[in-house]
C-alpha cells in the first residue's frame, strides 16, 4: 500500500518535471532564440528552428493515428459482439418458432 | 451568458487579434513579424498540453488513498452483482 503510494508520487513528480521542462524548453526554442545573436553560446541547445516545427506536427499526427486506430478496433469489435449477438437471438426465436 | 458563449467570444477576440498580427495588419518590427508571429499557435497547442500533463502530474501526487470509501466501495460492488444475479442479468 505504501509502495503504491510512493510509486504513485514518483509518477505525478515525473510528469510535472516533464510538462515543465518541455514548456520551457520549447519557450525558448521558439519565441527567444530568434532575438539571440547566431554566436552566442546557448545556440548550440537548441538544433536548427525547422524542427521546432517538425517534431510537434509529427507528434500530433502520431498522436491522431494512435487514437483513431484505437477507437476503430473497440468500434469493430463492438460490432462483431453486437452482431453475433443478434444472430444468436434470431436463431433460437426461429428455433422455437418451428 | 452562458459558458460556451463566453469561450466562444474570448476564442473570437484571440483569433481576430491574430489575424490581424499574421496578415500584417498591425505594423510590428521584421523579426517579429517573421520569426514569431508564424509559430505562435503551434507554440499555444504545446503549451497547452503541457499544462494539461502538469495537471495530471499534480493531481497524481497530491492524491491520497481514502480506504474507508474503497472498503464502502467494494461492499456495494458485491450487493449489486449478487441483487442483478438474482435478477438474471449476466455480470463479468
Redesign the interface.
Known amino acids: ?1 505504501a509502495i503504491n ?1 510512493a510509486l ?2 514518483i ?10 521542462t ?2 520551457l524548453y ?2 525558448i526554442w ?2 527567444l532564440l ?2 539571440v545573436d547566431s554566436k552566442h553560446p546557448i545556440q548550440s541547445f537548441f538544433p536548427a ?1 525547422v524542427w ?2 517538425r517534431i ?2 509529427i507528434l ?1 499526427l502520431l498522436g491522431g493515428a494512435v487514437v483513431g486506430s484505437f477507437l476503430s478496433v473497440v468500434m469493430i469489435r463492438s460490432n462483431r459482439k453486437k452482431a453475433a449477438k443478434a444472430r444468436r437471438i434470431q436463431a433460437e426465436a426461429g428455433k422455437k418458432g418451428r | 451568458m452562458t459558458r460556451a458563449q463566453q469561450q466562444l467570444s474570448i476564442g473570437v477576440l484571440l483569433a481576430s487579434v491574430y489575424m490581424a498580427a499574421f496578415l500584417g495588419l498591425v505594423p510590428l518590427p521584421e ?1 517579429i513579424q517573421n ?2 508571429i508564424p ?1 505562435l499557435p ?2 499555444a ?3 497547452f498540453g ?2 494539461l ?2 495537471q ?8 491520497n ?1 481514502v480506504p474507508e470509501a474503497h472498503e464502502e466501495l467494494m461492499k456495494e460492488i458485491q450487493e449489486a452483482r449478487a441483487d442483478l444475479q438474482k435478477k438474471g442479468v449476466e455480470v463479468d
Open positions: 500500500m503510494k504513485d508520487r509518477v505525478g513528480l515525473a510528469m510535472l518535471v516533464l510538462a515543465t518541455v514548456f520549447y519557450t521558439t519565441l530568434p532575438f528552428p521546432a516545427i510537434p506536427v500530433l | 523579426k520569426d514569431v509559430v503551434l507554440w497547442i504545446v503549451s503541457c499544462l500533463l502538469c495530471l502530474g499534480w493531481g497524481v501526487l497530491t492524491f488513498d
